[in-house]
């Protein structure tokens, strides 16, 4: 059974910085891209930030200079660190276990976590 468990959401005031793990089994993180995508209320999802063999990653703009990805094999987690959060980072992040689909030639999630809660609030 695959899982992905993720942690470290919580409130944090502007400017401030918080680390998410995401956690797996059932599969190797090395196997897959890894994701972390957001959703705040209202809003539609958006990836955040994906990791991908052989370590290349990718960002939103919004998070470029802020947000930084990275995965450890041998504990078989992803993490998202996350500095001079804002208020509209506020939003439920989740981690996704992505393969490539050569139908549509993207990332499409296999697996999701159940999601983390970011507030970025004072």
């Known amino acids: 059974q695959v899982q992905l468990v993720e942690s470290g959401g919580g409130l944090v005031q502007p400017g401030g910085s918080l680390r998410l793990s995401c956690a797996a089994s059932g599969i190797s993180v090395a196997a897959y891209a890894m994701g972390w995508s957001r959703q705040a209320p209202g809003k539609q999802r958006e990836l955040v930030a994906r990791?991908?063999?052989?370590?290349?990653?990718n960002y939103a703009d919004s998070v470029k200079g802020r947000f930084t990805i990275s995965r450890d094999n041998a504990k078989n987690t992803v993490y998202l660190q996350m500095s001079s959060l804002k208020p509209e980072d506020t939003a439920v992040y989740t981690c996704t276990a992505e393969t490539f689909n050569r139908l549509t030639y993207s990332f499409t999630p296999s697996h999701w976590g159940q999601g983390t809660p970011v507030t970025v609030s004072s």
């Open positions: 990791i991908r063999n052989p370590g290349i990653t």
